[in-house]
């Protein structure tokens, strides 16, 4: 996929899963996160696309697990402040991992013109990973923001442990090049024009 250096005036910025729900203690039960500025690069992600015009969604996890730290009506439902929907801004609940899954996300996206998405939030391997492949599939020019999103270290199939930046780092090499193209805060910032 070739993209250009700048992203278009269409470009909508996609935050996903950035509830409070992640700072539960048990996503850390393996083993920490890694991107600890993560929420201050969407915070400044987030203010320069409402500086420019530009479209914002908010991706919500409406889980409906009973033990899910992302339950809804639940306490850790509603979204971290570095991403506090404004007054305008499209908020799309799922249920599942990707956004597009059961929404009207795609519909929303194609009646406003925008083929281009910049996704960033939480868990880079999960939910972020999966919304990613399925924006790529249904060929919409997808930039992830490797220093936006974060995740948490796991345990391999094979029992060992991985540290959040090695399955950070992984899932983004999933997505690489066949999916989304990878940026960091920076470059995107630069990329508005």
Known sequence: MERSDTLPASA??????LQKAIDDPRWAAVGPRNNPRAEA???????????????????????????????AGGPGH???????????ER???????????GTDLD????ERGIGTLVVTGV??????????????????DTRVVGDATFTF????????????????DLSLANLSGEYAA??????VLAALG
């Not at 908020?91 to 899954?101: P, R, T």
């Not at 990878?182 to 470059?187: F, N, P, S, V």
């Open 91 to 101: 908020v799309v609940g799922k249920s599942v991992h990707s956004a597009f899954i």
């Open 12 to 17: 909508a910025l996609l935050v996903v899963d």
């Open 123 to 140: 868990i880079t391997n999960n939910s972020v990973e999966a919304t990613a492949r399925m924006a790529g599939n249904l060929g919409y």
């Open 107 to 110: 519909g929303w996206l194609r």
């Open 41 to 71: 690069n969407i915070a400044a992600l987030l203010a320069a696309w409402r500086r420019t015009g530009r479209t914002v969604v908010h991706i919500r996890h409406d889980s409906t697990e009973p033990g899910s730290t992302y339950r």
């Open 182 to 187: 990878i940026m960091d805060t920076a470059g």
């Open 153 to 168: 270290a796991r345990l391999d199939w094979s029992g060992r442990r991985r540290t959040a930046e090695e399955v950070h």
């Open 78 to 88: 509603g979204f971290k402040e570095e991403a506090t929907p404004l007054p305008g």
